[in-house]
């Protein structure tokens, strides 16, 4: 949709970060910050598969070694 120049939109920078380095997006409003929190929603149960688990941790580890490019 904005990518045919129909409109603008509010998107994380990593979803966008290539449309934004090759040209095909414009920031509009560089300095505008929207809180997005990542949450993990399981039931009890679900946290005692294995894939899950490691899923959860692994996100966890994951964005605490690499925070948001635009949290200063």
Not at 23 to 48: C, E, F, K
Request: hydrophobic residues 45%.
């Amino acid at each position: 949709w904005c990518l045919d120049g129909r409109g603008v939109l509010l998107r994380s920078l990593w979803d966008v970060r290539t449309d934004l380095a090759e040209g095909r997006l414009v920031q509009v409003l560089p300095d505008y910050r929207q809180d997005a929190d990542i949450w993990a929603v399981h039931t009890s149960p679900l946290m005692s598969s294995a894939k899950v688990r490691v899923t959860v941790e692994f996100l966890r580890d994951y964005l605490a070694l690499h925070p948001s490019p635009v949290n200063h």
